[in-house]
């Protein structure tokens, strides 16, 4: 069975920055599409950033291209989101999802993609 677990959210101050991790379990990491995606209340769940199994394809979302980086460490089994120069309207809570097949670039903001996700990590951004 697939496990996600996120960890690294948390309080900061607008332009601050935190780094979010997520450790998997139970399958075999490097052959898994990942992403991040993050949920504000009373909005719907949006991708963030994606990136293919070897780190060759990675995408993001216009709203924070040039300010997070998305990165894994296969052999840890670790995927990070290095977030920088936060604003309030990152605040959500934040998911790391898998897909065990392959994610084609214009889809990889769609939630459907992706067969596995974690409980989340709340980041809260205030001014």
């Known amino acids: 069975q697939v496990q996600l677990v996120e960890s690294g959210g948390g309080s900061v101050q607008v332009g601050g920055s935190l780094r979010l991790s997520c450790v998997a379990s139970?399958?075999?990491?490097?052959?898994?599409?990942l992403a991040w995606f993050r949920q504000a209340p009373g909005k719907e769940r949006e991708g963030v950033a994606a990136?293919?199994?070897?780190?060759?394809?990675?995408y993001y979302a216009d709203s924070v291209e040039g300010r997070f980086t998305i990165s894994r460490d296969n052999p840890k089994k670790t995927l990070y989101l290095e977030m920088n120069i936060l604003k309030p309207e990152d605040t959500a809570m934040y998911y790391c999802?898998?897909?065990?097949?392959?994610?084609?670039?214009?889809?990889?903001?769609?939630?459907?993609?992706?067969?596995?996700w974690g409980q989340g990590t709340q980041v809260t951004v205030s001014s």
């Open positions: 999802a898998a897909a065990a097949d392959w994610v084609y670039g214009g889809n990889w903001h769609l939630p459907s993609q992706y067969n596995y």
């Open positions: 139970g399958y075999t990491y490097s052959r898994y599409f």
């Open positions: 990136i293919s199994t070897g780190g060759s394809y990675i």
